[in-house]
């Protein structure tokens, strides 16, 4: 006998919609919503990848990586064909300056570098200690300000606080580090920390136009100058200086030489 009244269920066949219970409008209503919600999103994201994969690739008349600007040659490099290029990427007479690395033929003295490359704007000093067949670090040192009227004692000055930060680099890895590893850098330390003159500056970056550049490429003393594209801020390169002993490739030499012990005294 079939349910009446007040109690009775209603029987619904599978083609019938739900109806909605009392109090469940509002659900219904977001339901209907999401999909449109979700649509807004999905337009918002596509707009995003746009713009975000827009900067990255840059403007038409913008270099097409944000990526640093390399001031050095290519592992792998071969030297000659390098170093045959590097005129080409000075700027034009007349345009402004750029970062240039100014790379040494062999480690010299800051003193004579202070010398050389006030006139240039000198912003990073790259300081090596040379060993015969051991590979000793690179170290890129920032000049510091100072105070001082004369370019070149003020360079000078520059290239000495620079070198006390070398050397307190070194002793730092002389304490992290073991073994031969550990030998080298304290011999660096050594020579980068004593009072006497050290032959160890390999490169110097410096902000120079094409008469400064090429006033620099014709010294004795240098090796490569190698410049940045018009525009590039000196913080926006990556330093790679050719090794002196990189007569044919750019590519690692050999660190099967003895170290010796680290020198004493003046």
């Known amino acids: ?33 999401w999909p449109a919600v979700l649509c807004v999103l999905l337009v918002l994201l596509a707009v995003a990848w746009v713009s975000g994969r827009q900067s990255l690739l840059g403007a038409p008349d913008r ?14 490099a071969p030297v000659a064909d390098y170093l045959a290029g590097l005129p080409a990427r000075w700027p ?14 062999t480690e010299q003295d800051p003193g004579a ?26 170290r890129f040192e920032p000049l510091p300000a100072v105070d001082l009227a ?12 620079a070198r006390q930060s070398a050397a307190r680099d070194a002793s730092t890895e002389v304490v992290r580090l073991t073994g031969r590893p550990a030998s080298v850098a304290r011999y660096e330390a050594a ?29 004795s003393e ?24 990189q007569t044919t490739l750019a590519a690692a030499m050999p660190d099967d030489g003895p170290v010796p012990n680290p020198p004493t005294g003046p």
């Open 1 to 33: 006998m079939a349910e009446r009244g007040p109690a009775a269920r209603s029987v619904r066949t599978a083609g019938d919609p739900v109806p909605a219970a009392p109090g469940d409008e509002p659900t219904v209503a977001r339901r209907r919503i």
């Open 63 to 76: 270099p097409a990586s944000l990526d640093a600007v390399r001031l050095g040659p290519d592992p792998g």
């Open 92 to 105: 034009a007479p007349g345009a402004p300056a750029v970062p240039a690395l100014v790379q040494f033929g």
């Open 113 to 138: 570098v202070a010398r050389l490359v006030a006139p240039a704007g000198p912003v990073t000093v790259v300081f090596r200690v040379p060993l015969p067949r051991v590979q000793t670090a690179l």
């Open 150 to 161: 004369d370019p070149v004692a003020g360079t000078a000055r520059r290239l000495a606080l």
């Open 191 to 219: 020579v980068l920390g004593s009072p006497t003159p050290c032959r160890c500056v390999l490169a110097v970056l410096v902000v120079g136009d094409r008469a400064r550049l090429s006033a620099l490429a014709g010294q």
């Open 222 to 245: 240098v090796r490569a100058v190698d410049a940045a594209p018009e525009g590039t801020p000196p913080t926006g390169v990556a330093l790679a200086p050719l090794l002196p002993e």
